[in-house]
């Protein structure tokens, strides 16, 4: 059997491998620093856990084997530029925008988009970071180097966001699980809730949102689509080529999780439908140290990501499911974590049905 090697060696990567192990296959996450020279072979496969990288030995010579599954796509959707390109030549619903240019103005911001406008930065923003409010009420201005390296983005005052995780196999056969609702704080996810009956009227279209771009960029694997609800209508937020935060819950909740489904589609192994188990619940460990004692709680399953826990960084996280709805309330109940998570634990019990 080939090897499938994961360009990144972060959580997202250790999970793909935990989830090819049981298929026999040979999953080993590449740290993009490294220096050593990888034993490659012919008909290895080769797939990402980050949408990008620096040009090191080892991502040099995985980015130019022949079986790296999607290398085209990645810089496409890399560069929020060229993501909102894509949406826009698709007719795919997002927030209005306009590229940051030498030349734009915070004026021509507002007159264009209103008076609160998000900039992005084209590249290597994550968990809000990469992020700079024009506030017409504060005439904030552009910064200059912000200029030609970001787009503006319209304030969305949105109902809730929610995100769909799909699989795209090598014949073009799709999957998709149930649409989740996800909590952000500060830019950040804290808690994702999965599948709830509210959301199934908005499926289908989520489903021909996210797939006609999978088609469009023939895309194999596992992509995320993550989404504001403003009223009935679904805005794409922003796009993921790889496994995503918001289908952790599939771990726990479905009898082929996220991993599993994009080793199988990079693969070439059979997909299927996914069996959603129960109601799951998700919680990120963020800026938060390991507590053993967490594993009394029933329902609970625990991802320790063994980084050095820093404050906003994402250092694990918990899933939950159960069938029932009490188990998932007292286990909320027994979380102790500090601010800002009484918010994040209020809002699932708010959520669960
Ligand atoms: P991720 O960690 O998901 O990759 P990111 O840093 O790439 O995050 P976004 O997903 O674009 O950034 O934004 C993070 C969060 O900021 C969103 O989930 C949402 O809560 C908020 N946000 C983003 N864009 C807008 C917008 N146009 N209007 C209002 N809120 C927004
Ligand atoms: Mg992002
Ligand atoms: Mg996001």
Request: with cysteine; aromatic share 8%; proline share 5%.
């Amino acid at each position: 059997m080939s090897t499938l090697w994961v360009l990144g060696a972060g959580q997202l990567g250790a999970m793909l491998k935990q989830a090819g192990t049981p298929l026999g296959l040979d999953v080993r996450p590449v740290d993009i620093e490294s220096n050593d020279e990888l034993p490659l072979q012919a008909d290895d496969i080769v797939t990402a856990e980050r949408e990008e990288w620096p040009t090191t030995v080892a991502t040099e010579q995985l980015a130019t084997h022949n079986n790296f599954v999607n290398l085209a796509t990645f810089p496409q959707l890399a560069d929020r530029l060229t993501q909102k390109q894509w949406l826009d030549r698709l007719d795919l619903a997002t927030a209005p925008w306009f590229p940051v240019e030498q030349d734009s103005t915070a004026d021509y911001a507002y007159q264009t988009l209103g008076e609160r406008v998000l900039m992005k930065r084209r590249r290597g923003g994550y968990d809000g970071k990469g992020q700079y409010w024009l506030k017409q009420a504060e005439k904030s201005e552009i910064p200059e180097d912000w200029k030609g390296q970001a787009i503006a983005e319209q304030a969305i005052n949105f109902d809730e966001e929610v995100s769909l995780v799909g699989v795209r196999g090598k014949d073009g056969k799709k999957y998709f699980y149930p649409l989740t609702l996800n909590l952000h704080i500060n830019g950040i996810l804290y808690a994702s809730i999965s599948p709830l009956k509210r959301l199934d009227q908005y499926q289908s279209t989520a489903e021909t949102m996210l797939g006609k771009l999978m088609d469009a960029l023939d895309y194999v694997g596992v992509m995320a689509m993550e989404c504001f609800r403003v009223g009935d209508e679904l805005l794409i937020n922003e796009l993921a080529p790889r496994v995503h935060n918001s289908g952790h819950w599939t771990q726990a909740g479905s009898n082929v999780c996220q991993f599993e489904n994009h080793v199988r589609a990079v693969s070439g192994l059979p997909l299927v439908e996914a069996e959603i188990k129960n109601q799951s619940m998700m919680v990120n460990l963020i800026g938060v140290n390991l507590d053993y004692q967490w594993l009394n709680i029933k329902s609970l399953e625990l991802y320790w990501y063994k980084k050095e826990v820093r404050p906003g960084r994402k250092v694990g996280h918990l899933n939950f499911c159960s069938g029932n709805p009490t188990v998932l309330v007292n286990a909320l109940d027994s979380l102790a974590l500090p601010e800002p998570y009484p918010q994040a634990i209020s809002w699932l019990k708010e959520n669960l049905p």
